[in-house]
């Protein structure tokens, strides 16, 4: 590829991202308006241009993902020798490589977690705190590394920065400084420690810097809203007095204050570096009009500095349905319809894994993962843990290399990769429930997917041909999709994007979060969590609230204030009748045996406590089990798409012999009583169905 096709196809705004191929350069991107294609055409044509050399470039990241997505289209364009690292990976990388040479000595070990040590400097400080104010604790102290805050300061500098700490601040601070002197006892080093330690090395040793600075030459930071000050010192003492330096942002989508990130560095970048470039991308590829219409509105709404740096939005795409907007009377209703309206549009052909259900926090998961279990949906909670990092993808890739260096070059690719993955544990339907089981199926299940993918994208590909495939993506991290909708915090859906998308639990106190009400700066930053969930959707988007958590609790919520102006007074479809499915008095379901009030999903299933004993023929369980077993079989669907352990148990202890009976136990619809109902009826009078 010569540089003018690097150029082409680009449009007015990338290319001058493109051609502006010396520093200092800003680019204001907007969502879905190509910044990563920007980019990367600016480093290869700046590459095949011989502006520079590709091993000069470092480009700078926040994710392994995105770094393995910009040194995969970097290599499809020409210019293979970039290094792509994230701001922790780039610094193991140059503190490995100079401890011998310049400190010498035992070098420390890295720990991922700080949780361990937190708690054994709660121990030391006699702090009695739980596992929540541990965890949160561990973040206290993230946050006052980053941001330069030593123990002493941290009460001072918290207070200021309006945090809540989660305990009293001197205590944190106590536990602060324990958890300073045991890392330190045991050579220990955590990630901000790494990052502050490679910038005082290249500060302190002259040779050191020299080295590095003639390794890297030219720089690019993506997400540059998100960067903290500890990183901003390392990349200052990267670049020493040069200023070869492009950032890519958008004020926007600054989502992470919470853990010392700040937009100041990308708003003020003009000044720090008077003469700067500056380049904005506004046409959104991602989203139709209306999607783009209603993130427009999302932010018009912003207040102070916000609002001075709002990129407006300019849509693509052809036209596509109009966002809507629905309410409900409590979490289980809205949980169930988005449910059903996810089942609808997978029967219209969008894939499961195009769907997303999107929430503020991760609380909110669980009666989603209920709703979509007893719909008969396949769900995929979003986690933190890397894909190729898993025991049973290691496994895989192992057992698929070794048979790709006897493989038949004949044999279907789908086949082949379906009997290795069978020896891995790949069974034509998942085991049931949400535990480390399901979760191996799901990976192994993935790999077939991807098996698909390749060999409909490339109809001659063999076994090794998808070896190199797995083994290109596992350097990238670029994992395949979970087949499944996608249950997902609007924090952890940042930078991905889905055919359709729900947006769901959008009340006061939800979204904006109760303690956010400290500050209008913390206020905004919610508003643009909004904004970034709004803009993840490319063509289908629902945004939904409930009156009360649970059904027949008190109808006293507020939908979220910023909706005001957008969605209608009164929307959505008719409040949810759901007499027909059990009885409700005022207030939560009672126990049936205690009569305490039930809260968890699984407990209102039951219609009782889970401690509390119910009397169940335990055959009828069995009889049920085995039929559904069955069935499942003979549909070639998951077993828990027919129905979930849970309402098997609850109606082998309730034995319902009418189908007014049946239908009033939770999991148990209208599809599904169309469907079994007539057999779960014959199984309970002790019949075969």
């Given amino acids: 590829m010569d540089a003018e096709q690097i150029l082409a196809g680009l449009d007015p705004d990338q290319r001058a991202v493109a051609e502006a191929t010396r520093g200092p350069v800003c680019v204001l991107a907007g969502a879905g308006t190509g910044k990563t294609r920007a980019i990367t055409h600016r480093i290869a044509y700046a590459v095949l241009t011989g502006v520079i050399a590709p091993q000069r470039v470092l480009a700078v990241t926040f994710t392994t993902r995105a770094a ?321 990092e898993r025991a049973e993808v290691r496994q895989a890739v192992v057992l698929l290399r070794g048979a790709a260096r006897s493989a038949d070059d004949g044999e279907p690719l789908v086949r082949a990769v379906r009997d290795v993955l069978a020896s891995a544990g790949l069974t034509d339907r998942p085991p049931e429930g949400r535990g480390a089981a399901r979760e191996r199926w799901e990976s192994l299940a993935a790999l077939a997917q991807l098996a698909e993918d390749v060999a409909a994208d490339r109809p001659g590909a063999g076994l090794r041909d998808f070896v190199t495939e797995l083994e290109e993506r596992a350097n990238a991290q670029h994992a395949p999709a979970l087949e499944g909708v996608t249950l997902a915090t609007l924090h952890t859906a940042k930078g991905l994007e889905w055919d359709a998308v729900f947006l769901a639990g959008l009340v006061e106190g939800t979204l904006p979060i109760i303690y956010a009400e400290k500050s209008p700066e913390q206020i905004e930053e919610e508003r643009r969590l909004l904004y970034v969930g709004v803009t993840r959707a490319r063509e289908h988007l629902a945004l939904s609230w409930a009156l009360a958590r649970s059904p027949g609790g008190r109808k006293g919520r507020r939908r979220s204030r910023f909706l005001d102006g957008l969605a209608p007074q009164s929307s959505g479809p008719p409040r949810v009748d759901r007499s027909k499915r059990r009885a409700v008095a005022t207030g939560p379901q009672p126990c049936r045996v205690c009569g305490r009030p039930l809260t968890a999903a699984i407990e209102r299933k039951l219609g009782r406590c889970e401690t509390c004993p119910a009397d169940y023929d335990e055959d009828l369980l069995a009889r049920m089990k085995e039929w559904r077993a069955a069935a499942s079989k003979e549909q070639k669907v998951p077993a828990y798409v027919v129905f979930t352990d849970a309402t098997l148990q609850a109606i082998a202890e309730r034995a319902p012999a009418t189908e007014a009976e049946l239908a009033a136990i939770p999991g148990v619809g209208a599809v599904k009583l169309e469907r079994y109902g007539s057999a779960v009826l014959a199984l309970c009078r002790g019949e075969t169905p």
């Fill in 68 to 388: 393995g997505e910009l040194r995969g289209r970097l290599r499809r364009l020409g210019a293979p020798g970039v290094q792509a690292r994230t701001f922790h990976s780039a610094a193991l990388k140059q503190l490995a490589y100079f401890w011998p040479k310049v400190i010498g000595g035992e070098p420390p070990t890295l720990i991922e977690s700080k949780f361990g040590l937190v708690a054994e400097a709660a121990r030391v400080c006699r702090l009695s705190l739980g596992r929540t104010e541990l965890r949160d604790t561990a973040a206290e102290i993230e946050w006052a590394k980053v941001t330069q805050t030593r123990p002493e300061d941290y009460p001072a500098s918290a207070a200021k920065a309006g945090r809540t700490p989660p305990a009293d601040a001197s205590d944190v601070a106590r536990l602060y400084t324990a958890y300073e002197e045991l890392r330190r006892e045991r050579n220990l080093l955590d990630f901000e420690g790494m990052l502050e330690l490679t910038a005082a090395m290249l500060m302190e040793h002259q040779e050191v810097a020299n080295q590095v600075r003639d390794q890297y030459r030219y720089f690019v930071v993506d997400e540059f809203q998100d960067v903290n000050p500890l990183q901003k010192l390392l990349l200052d003492v990267w670049l020493g007095e040069r200023d070869e330096l492009c950032v890519v942002g958008d004020p926007n989508q600054t989502i992470y204050s919470f853990t010392g990130a700040t937009p100041a560095y990308l708003l003020r970048f003009t000044v720090e570096h008077p003469g700067a470039k500056v380049v904005k991308l506004t046409r959104d590829y991602r989203s139709t009009p209306q999607v783009v219409h209603l993130a427009n509105g999302v932010l018009a709404q912003a207040r102070g500095e916000a609002r001075n740096h709002r990129l407006e939005l300019v849509a693509q795409r052809p036209g596509g349905p109009e966002p809507t907007f629905h309410e409900y009377d409590d979490e289980v209703a809205e949980a169930e319809a988005v449910a059903k309206r996810a089942r609808a549009l997978i029967e219209d052909g969008v894939p499961a894994r195009e769907i997303a259900v999107l929430f503020r926090i991760n609380a909110q998961s669980e009666p989603y993962e209920q709703a979509f279990a007893d719909a008969g949906v396949p769900y995929v909670v979003k986690g933190a843990e890397r894909f190729f």
